[in-house]
């Protein structure tokens, strides 16, 4: 008899094959397969528990994720909390409740991870776009073909369906028979084979710059009418053509845009073909027709083209003024840099906390726990951190006819380049984190705001009590600047209702507000 072994350490879940025998009690409960799981660590209970409850977790998965490889990674991500949470259940545990609010949680964890990684790429893809110009497009253009064929045919197929015909990696993946994944990786070392090209002939681009440009570029329409004629002299040659290869030879080289040449090749097709069919002359006269309205066409698309130009300038012009936006940002980083430098600020800190615990000392009480080196920085950094916070949501307002958006998440796509003016924050997620601290005072008209912008537009949700007893909080303002409020005890209402102001339009922020709500949607 063979016996059941279970590779367990590789694939703990894994089901056995038909082949197997299984030495345990069918009917044993879940819970004494679990025991008995967690006491001797038997793995024939573990695959038992696997192949009875999969189904039903994989198919909670599915529902929640709507992608089967997501439903794999979220069922594989559950039954590996079971192994290691096996000796904390309590014996009342109802395993297939567990299960699936296990699930459930790793599925909403999966979703959100997989909404957090689409953002940053849309966020990516639409500022390399903004820096992609139509002189990337000038130097590209006379190389783009050369570069296109010394690709492999599999990574140049890839490149034509992504970038040329615009198709999704899913419809990318099913041409090429293989999952979004691998097109994705596929099509990344592809646009850098194509980097690579260039820069060896002395033209350099980004890898998000050049997918922007071969997507907006690479096909164009083609010349109005081209089809009709196409298919006409198309028409034209299944009609003249005879069974012998000189025929064939004399049809392909055919010049359809010239008039005389059709009738010439179609009577010499006459000849060749021994009389078989006669030479229309309506056909031909119809053919020039086409040939004069061909050329009418193309001066009319000419001036649309002159048309598209200029309105590209216009664009540029307008993406001027956001440069200008990300130029500020910059200048902050370099201001948090400097803040960072600057120690003898740090030193005073320090001082004035050596003669508070003198101080207290001498009064007979305890003294408190002095600051860290970093808490001091933290507490130095936290009106730049008002600051920077602030400077989104003015951006959003300059976009919306003036008006301060009522949270943060309306002002969401301003701030990825914003967390990176932060001096304590690693990536963008912490960035997000730290709005959680911050609420928004004031969301109306900022042409509304008297004593030229001093008043209040956010401010830390919680105020921090600082060693010596008294209270501190943060706030950023509508003119841009961030500073800290300290108090004696924690009680702010009446130094904030001398610089808080009312919203005096509430209809028009309203109308502002529903029309981001509209094209956010679209």
């Known amino acids: 008899m063979t016996r059941f072994r279970s590779r367990f350490s590789r694939n703990p879940w894994r089901i056995p094959a038909a082949g197997d025998v299984i030495l345990l009690n069918m009917s044993e409960t879940d ?3 679990l025991a008995r799981y967690a006491r001797v660590h038997a793995e024939d209970a573990f695959a038992e528990l696997v192949r009875r409850h999969l189904n039903l977790v994989h198919s909670a998965a599915l529902r929640q994720v709507r ?3 997501l439903a794999e990674e979220v069922a594989q991500s559950t039954f590996i909390n079971l192994a290691r949470h096996a000796h904390q259940l309590t014996p009342d545990t109802i395993l297939t409740a567990w299960l699936y609010q296990v699930t459930r949680r790793e599925a909403i964890d999966v979703v959100r991870r997989e909404a957090r990684r689409q953002l940053r790429e849309q966020i990516a893809t639409e500022l390399n776009a903004m820096n992609a110009t139509a002189a990337d497009w000038t130097h590209i253009e006379p190389l783009l073909d050369d570069a296109m064929h010394a690709l492999d045919e599999t990574d140049r197929t890839a490149v034509l369906l992504r970038y040329f015909e615009n198709k999704s990696l899913r419809e990318v993946g099913e041409s090429l028979g293989a999952s979004e994944n691998a097109a994705q ?7 850098d084979r194509l980097r690579e090209f260039f820069a060896k002939r002395g033209v350099t681009v980004g890898a998000s710059g050049l997918v922007v440009v071969l997507s907006a570029n690479a096909v164009v329409a083609a010349p109005i009418g081209l089809a009709a004629t196409i298919s006409t002299a198309a028409a034209l040659a299944g009609s003249t053509l005879t069974t012998t290869v000189a025929t064939k030879t004399a049809l392909t080289t055919m010049n ?3 008039a005389k040449s059709i009738a010439a090749i179609v ?18 006269t119809r053919l020039r027709h086409e040939q004069h309205e061909l050329l009418g066409q193309q001066a009319q698309l000419a001036g649309e083209r002159d048309a598209a130009l200029s309105a590209t300038q216009t664009k540029v012009n307008e993406m001027g003024s956001l440069r200008k936006d990300q130029a500020e940002l910059l200048r902050l980083r370099n201001e948090v840099g400097m803040l960072r430098k600057q120690t003898n600020d740090l030193g005073k800190l320090r001082q004035e906390n050596k003669q508070l615990q003198a101080a207290l000392t001498a009064a007979g009480r305890t003294a408190p726990k002095p600051e ?11 009106p730049r951190l008002a600051k920077i916070l602030t ?17 943060f998440d309306l002002a969401s796509v301003y701030f990825h380049s914003a967390f990176q003016a932060d001096p304590f924050l690693r990536d963008e997620i912490e960035f997000l984190e730290s709005t959680r601290q911050f609420e928004i005072v004031y969301h109306g008209s900022r042409d509304a705001v008297p004593d030229g912008g001093s008043r209040i537009l956010i401010r830390e ?16 303002f509508v003119d841009g600047h961030g500073e800290t409020r300290v108090e004696a005890d924690n009680s702010f209402e009446g130094w904030e209702r001398t610089r808080t102001t009312v919203p005096t339009s509430p209809r028009a922020e309203t109308v502002v507000l529903k029309e981001q709500q509209t094209q956010d949607k679209k």
């Open 67 to 69: 992608s089967s490889q």
């Open 461 to 476: 949700k919680e105020a921090r009590q600082r060693p010596d007893g008294r209270w501190e909080r943060a706030y950023g």
């Open 372 to 382: 860290t080196e970093s808490d001091l920085e933290l507490r130095k950094l936290r």
């Open 267 to 284: 009577t010499s097709a006459f000849v060749v073909g021994g009389g078989t069919y006669l030479i229309q002359e309506q056909r031909v």
């Open 256 to 258: 359809w845009l010239n």
């Open 185 to 191: 990786k596929r099509l990344s070392r592809a646009v």
């Open 31 to 33: 819970l004494k397969l």
């Open 391 to 407: 400077l989104p949501l003015l951006m959003y307002a300059s976009d919306h006819q003036g008006v301060f958006p009522a949270s």
